[in-house]
């Protein structure tokens, strides 16, 4: 079956320019290696990886779907960014990552490929940069076993989003770089609620995450109005 991209040329480009500097944690990319400790124990809280099949969807240079495999999760990361996943298989060959392996294909792919896969499925900051997320969480539905989870993360779409992540972390803070994120494209909570319950995942734990400018900490909380992560639960045994 030929499934038509779910991507925008523009934002795989922009990634693309940026991907050597993933694993520069003083680079673009600090805010992501920053709260990755946080979503890591969050996911793993709530489902232990150890031992378990995950997929990241959108992984980029690889940095949860490394924190993952050093859980003892036996990993794939998959995105469409060719430099990004270069950078991300350089890094786990120096870094001597076990059980961590990466994939140029779409979640959709994938899905019509090997439904029913996987145990976890992570699906973290790419939401909002895809043209369609609608058929992204149907995908990550798709390759998750019954009673599987799947764990998302994105931003909200409106006025406190919009000044915090947009006008303070882009242009006052310079926290990421200037047009990462675009506020139509933001998901409102009840958005992605809706697109888990049309996908027949059954959404189990939300969480917030919350930035201090002035102590430069992240941390979670029941604050939902920026950054938020949800956990989504396929109907069914888990084997």
């Known amino acids: 079956m030929n499934t038509p991209l779910n991507a925008d040329p523009a934002e795989l480009a922009k990634f693309s320019e940026l991907a050597h500097r993933w694993w520069d944690m003083e680079s673009e990319f600090r805010p992501l290696h920053q709260i990755n400790p946080l979503r890591l124990d969050w996911i ?3 489902c232990p990886v150890q031992g378990l099949r995950a997929l990241d969807v959108g992984c980029g240079g690889g940095i949860l779907a490394d924190s993952l495999a050093r859980k003892g999760a036996e990993v794939l990361g998959i995105d469409l960014s060719t430099k990004a996943l ?3 298989q350089l890094h786990a060959l120096e870094a001597q990552t076990p059980r961590v392996s990466y994939r140029e294909v779409s979640a959709e792919a994938l899905a019509d490929e090997a439904p029913g896969r996987y145990d976890v499925v992570t ?3 790419m939401l909002e940069h ?6 992204v969480v149907n995908a990550c539905a798709t390759l998750v076993k019954p009673g599987g989870w799947v764990f ?3 931003l909200n779409r409106n006025t406190k989003s919009f000044l915090f992540a947009i006008l303070g972390a882009e242009y006052l803070l310079n926290l990421l770089p200037r047009g990462t994120h675009e506020y139509a494209k933001m998901i409102r909570p009840s958005e992605l609620a809706g697109y888990c319950r049309k996908s027949a995942l059954d959404v189990r734990h939300t969480s917030g995450l919350e930035y201090n400018p002035v102590t430069k900490r992240y941390w979670l909380s029941n604050d939902t109005g ?4 949800f956990a989504a639960q396929k109907p069914g045994r888990f084997v």
């Open 44 to 46: 793993n809280g709530i």
């Open 86 to 88: 270069k950078i991300a």
């Open 123 to 125: 699906c973290m900051e």
């Open 130 to 135: 895809v043209p369609d997320p609608a058929s």
């Open 152 to 154: 998302f993360s994105t």
């Open 226 to 229: 920026v950054n938020y992560m």
